[in-house]
C-alpha cells in the first residue's frame, strides 16, 4: 500500500550543501579490482543536432579512482569517447573530477551536460559542442554533501539533492545537508534551500531524510527519499517528496509502505507514471534485507500518486531490485537486480537486466522477464536508461568484456538485445552509470 499526507510547509530558506550515498554500493566497489589506467586527454565535444531524443546518452565509465565521461548516440556510435574525465585539467575545472561521478536523471537544458561528483561535492558544467568546462559549482561549505541528482526547472532554476546531513550544531541553515539546494544555473549560485526533516513527521530522530534521484513532471519536483540512519544499517520506510517547483514548498509525502532503500526513480515520457525499485536495506555489507525489497509502480491521478503496481523481491527473482529503472514505454520497464557472491549467506545470485509489462493480460502481464544476467561478479551491471521516442534502452555492463553498453530495441512488447559497444577501448575504464543529453 501507500500512504499519502498533505503538508503545508511553505518555502524552506537557507542553503548548503548536498549528499548521497551508493547505499550498499559503497560495501560493492570492495568486490571489484581496479588496475585501469588513467583516463585519456579530452577528445573534445559533438555537433550533433538534438532530435526527438535529444543529441544521445552519457556514459560514465569509473573504477571508483578514476573516471571517464563519454558521449554516444542512442544507436551505439561513439560521439565523443572522453569529453571528460578525472585526468582533465582544461582551465575552468577548479575541482578535478574525482571517481565518483553520476549524471543526472534527466537531461539539461540547451548545449550542457551536468555532472555531479559525489566524493568532491561539486556540480560541474560541460559545453557540449567544445567540451570545455562551462563553470562549477560548489555545493557543500563545511561538510560532505554527497550530491546526488540535479533537475533543471528554467534557465536560472534548478534543484539539487544532497544526501549527507551536516551534523554541525552551529551550522547556518543553509548548511543543515540531507536537503534540497535551490540554485541559480546561470549565476552559478546557490539561492535557497528545501529542509526535507518534515517528510519524516513522527519518525525516529535517528533517521535522516537521504534525498537521491528525483524527477520534474510538470510543475511537480518529485524527490525519493531513502530515509536511513547515519550509519546506513537501519532504515525508515522510504518516501516521495512532492515540491511544488514554482514555491519551493512541499506539497505531499508519499509514504512507499513496506519498502526500504528506495535508490532507483523514473517518470514514463507522458509523466503520467512513477516506478521506484527498493533494494532494502543494508546491514553494513553487500547483502540487502530482501524483505523490504521490491519495485512499485505509482500512477498520477487528480494530483495525487496512487499504487498501480508492485513486486516483491521474491517474485521478481534470487536478487533484489538495484539502483536503476527506466521506461522503455509507457507500459514496460526496464530495471536492474542485484546479485550476491559466493560467500554472501544463500550462495551466489547474478545480477540481472530485467522487464515488466504493465499493460495487457495475465500472464504476460507483470511477468518479469531476464534479458541480461552478470557472469561472474555482482554489482556489475549498472544504469539503465531509456529514450521512448526513439525505441532505444541502453545498460552498462561493467565485466563482458572488460565493459560494455548493451543496446535494446523496444518493438510492441518486447525489448530485443540489438549488440554491445565498447566506449573506448584505450580507457579501460568499465561503464557504470548513464545519463542522457
Not at 524483505?291 to 533484489?320: F, S
Request: contains cysteine; glycine residues 12%; charged residues 20%.
Amino acid at each position: 500500500m501507500v500512504t499519502a499526507s498533505r503538508i503545508d510547509l511553505g518555502r524552506g530558506a537557507a542553503l548548503g550543501a548536498l549528499s548521497r550515498t551508493i547505499l550498499a554500493a559503497g560495501a560493492a566497489r570492495a568486490l571489484i579490482g581496479c588496475n585501469a589506467p588513467e583516463p585519456p586527454p579530452s577528445t573534445g565535444g559533438t555537433d550533433v543536432v538534438a532530435g526527438p531524443c535529444g543529441r544521445g546518452a552519457v556514459v560514465v565509465s569509473s573504477d571508483y579512482q578514476s573516471t571517464n565521461v563519454s558521449l554516444v548516440s542512442w544507436d551505439g556510435a561513439v560521439l565523443s569517447a572522453s569529453i571528460v574525465s578525472s585526468g582533465s585539467s582544461a582551465p575552468g575545472l577548479a575541482s578535478p573530477l574525482s571517481g565518483d561521478v553520476v549524471v543526472p536523471t534527466a537531461p539539461v537544458r540547451g548545449d550542457r551536460l551536468a555532472l555531479l561528483d559525489r566524493s568532491a561535492s561539486v556540480l560541474t558544467w560541460i559545453d557540449v559542442r567544445s567540451g570545455a568546462p562551462a563553470g562549477q559549482l560548489a555545493l557543500a561549505t563545511a561538510f560532505r554533501a554527497n550530491p546526488q541528482d540535479y533537475v533543471e526547472v528554467s534557465p536560472g532554476k534548478a534543484y539539487v539533492t544532497r544526501h549527507e546531513p551536516n551534523l554541525d550544531p552551529d551550522a547556518a541553515p543553509i548548511d543543515g545537508g540531507s536537503d534540497v539546494l535551490v540554485v541559480d544555473p546561470g549565476a552559478r549560485a546557490i539561492v535557497g534551500r528545501i529542509d526535507l526533516a518534515p517528510a519524516l513527521a513522527g519518525e525516529d530522530p535517528a533517521f535522516y531524510p537521504r534525498p537521491g534521484r528525483a524527477v520534474l513532471v510538470g510543475d511537480s519536483l518529485y524527490v525519493l527519499l531513502t530515509a536511513t540512519s547515519l550509519d546506513f544499517v537501519a532504515s525508515a520506510e522510504s518516501r516521495l517528496v512532492e515540491i511544488d517547483a514554482r514555491s519551493d514548498a512541499i506539497r505531499e509525502v508519499t509514504v512507499l509502505e513496506g519498502l526500504h532503500g528506495c535508490g532507483g526513480l523514473a517518470a514514463s515520457a507522458g509523466g503520467s507514471r512513477l516506478a521506484v525499485v527498493c533494494p532494502g536495506t543494508f546491514g553494513g555489507d553487500a547483502a540487502s534485507n530482501a524483505g523490504e525489497a521490491g519495485l512499485i509502480v505509482l500512477a498520477r491521478r487528480d494530483g495525487r500518486l496512487v499504487e498501480e503496481a508492485r513486486w516483491t523481491a521474491a517474485e521478481l527473482g534470487a536478487g533484489t531490485p538495484g539502483f536503476s529503472v527506466a521506461f522503455a514505454s509507457e507500459d514496460r520497464l526496464l530495471f536492474s537486480t542485484l546479485g550476491r557472491d559466493a560467500l554472501s549467506e544463500g550462495g551466489p545470485v547474478d545480477d540481472t537486466l530485467t522487464a515488466v509489462e504493465l499493460a495487457g493480460s495475465a500472464p504476460e502481464r507483470g511477468e518479469p522477464e531476464v534479458l541480461l544476467r552478470s557472469k561472474e561478479l555482482p554489482f556489475s551491471l549498472g544504469e539503465v536508461r531509456c529514450a521512448e521516442a526513439c525505441g532505444r534502452c541502453l545498460a552498462a555492463d561493467a565485466e563482458t568484456e572488460g565493459g560494455v553498453v548493451h543496446r535494446f530495441d523496444v518493438g510492441g512488447r518486447a525489448l530485443e538485445p540489438a549488440g554491445v559497444f565498447h566506449v573506448d577501448p584505450r580507457v579501460g575504464l568499465p561503464p557504470r552509470y548513464l545519463g542522457a543529453f
